[in-house]
């Protein structure tokens, strides 16, 4: 486990309230990410868009790609979450 889920499960163990002014900056730090992460998404799109990409870096631009895809799921999804609460 690592500190940071520790320190997590603690607080919600021992009931103690997280402030509505960390909750609302931990919602603007993952949507600010998730904005940084579509930006980068787009600039991927955009090279490899370029005929001139060698066969291994368009290889690899296709896996960072994934990678931005899969966590920008992720954060929507945990954004979501903690809209509903």
């Known amino acids: 486990m690592n500190i940071k889920n520790f320190f997590k499960s603690t607080k919600k163990n ?3 309230k997280v402030s509505k ?3 609302i900056s931990k919602k603007k ?3 600010e990410l998730i904005e940084k992460l579509k930006v980068n ?6 090279e490899l868009k370029n005929e001139e ?3 291994e ?8 790609l994934h990678v931005y895809n899969l ?4 954060g929507e999804e945990i954004l979501e979450k ?3 609460k």
């Open 71 to 74: 966590q920008i799921k992720k």
């Open 53 to 55: 990409v060698t066969p």
């Open 29 to 31: 730090r993952l949507i």
């Open 82 to 84: 903690k809209r509903e």
């Open 14 to 16: 021992l009931g103690i």
């Open 41 to 46: 998404k787009i600039t991927i799109k955009d």
């Open 57 to 64: 870096r368009k290889e690899e631009l296709e896996e960072e």
């Open 21 to 23: 002014d960390e909750e």
